[in-house]
């Protein structure tokens, strides 16, 4: 009789925390967002780099604005790819955000904003620099490009990867200026640097960080950037349009998404208070290191942007027969 008894009480005990765990849920269910619990913002590379110090200086003043907390969860590997395919898979619920880079381009399909993810905003954008080795440099980017023409062979450039916004721009260069720049893909821009500096890489189309302080100390010769506007950490460096390169234009841009089928007034909720982080003291300071310009965009204006803007590079990349693998 005992043995009946005991599995009697086990049952019950089992269907009481059932009852009690389906009836927490329930009660989150029933809270307004964001208050059932807290968000996480996922970001697909390491802590410490770019996409992470930008995102956490972001999310902060966002969870201060909205009273929620907001918890940073680190995905790093297959170049970001991971931390989609994770988000895509989530609720969309607006309690799960992922920052989105761009623009980059897989050999496989990956989840996209578009797709299986819904844009939030425009975090930031700029440049890319395209530099070379300050030693008997070309004059300015007419030059370089006559140079380039003159001697084909002899052109390289480096970038942080096969697919990324810095590859994208160098063949878009070319595709544009009628050169011939051979691609050298680095894991990252301070090895390249390196190598541009040395002069085993002519040129490089790198992010303004890791090249400024070679321009500053006269080691690397900064040509143009590769956006529509300059930047307040190189005044005197020309567009790619203002040198010559008329149309030219090639942002890279980092993107606050989530996962498909969330409620559009949480969408704008969202933007709006990414809007207000990106006026901040702090967010600003940011943004200037890494030579970036805080986004002002809606959420389908962003949504727009990112498809229009990939459309673009995949037909560059069909167009010129450009291997992302």
């Known amino acids: ?39 996480t913002w996922v970001v697909g590379y390491v ?25 940073i ?18 609720p969309g619920d607006g309690y799960t955000l992922v920052t989105v880079p761009g623009p980059i381009l897989h050999a496989q399909r990956q989840p996209e904003i578009g797709r299986e993810l819904t844009a939030i905003g425009l975090m930031s954008q700029g440049p890319i620099v ?27 450039f ?17 595709s544009m200026a009628g050169t011939a720049m051979i691609h050298v893909p680095y894991k990252g821009g301070g090895q390249a640097v390196t190598d541009i500096v ?21 080691q690397l010769k900064a040509y143009a950037v590769t956006t529509k506007f300059r930047i307040p950490s190189l005044p005197d460096v020309p567009t790619m349009d203002e040198a010559g390169l008329q149309g030219y234009d090639a942002t890279q ?23 207000e982080a990106l006026q901040t003291p702090d967010v600003k300071a940011t943004l200037e290191a890494s030579g970036q310009v805080g986004g002002k965009l809606s959420p389908a204006a962003t949504q727009d942007f990112v498809v229009n803007t990939l459309a673009k590079f995949n037909a560059l990349v069909h167009d010129a027969k450009i291997k992302l693998n």
């Open 1 to 39: 009789m005992k043995l009946p008894l005991l599995r009697s009480v086990r049952f019950a005990i089992a269907a009481v925390a059932c009852c009690g765990s389906w009836l927490a849920s329930a009660a989150d269910t029933a809270k307004p967002w964001p208050t059932a619990k807290p968000i």
């Open 47 to 71: 802590p410490g780099g770019s996409v992470d110090v930008l995102t956490r200086a972001i999310a902060k003043v966002v969870s201060e604005k909205l009273g929620q907390n907001i918890v």
């Open 73 to 90: 969860e680190n995905r790093p590997g297959a170049s970001g790819t991971l931390a989609l395919q994770h988000v895509s898979r989530a």
């Open 130 to 156: 395209m530099v070379g080795t300050a030693a008997n440099a070309p004059a300015n980017l007419k030059e370089l490009i006559a140079a380039m023409k003159k001697n084909p062979d002899r052109w390289s």
């Open 158 to 174: 480096a970038s942080s990867g096969i697919g990324t916004g810095q590859h994208l721009a160098g063949e878009l260069f070319n």
């Open 198 to 218: 040395g002069g085993q890489v002519t040129l490089g189309m790198l992010g303004v960080a890791p090249v400024l302080p070679h321009i500053k100390a006269g």
């Open 253 to 275: 841009f980092f993107v606050a998404a989530a996962p498909r089928g969330v409620d559009p007034a949480i969408l704008a909720t969202l933007n709006a208070t990414i809007a």
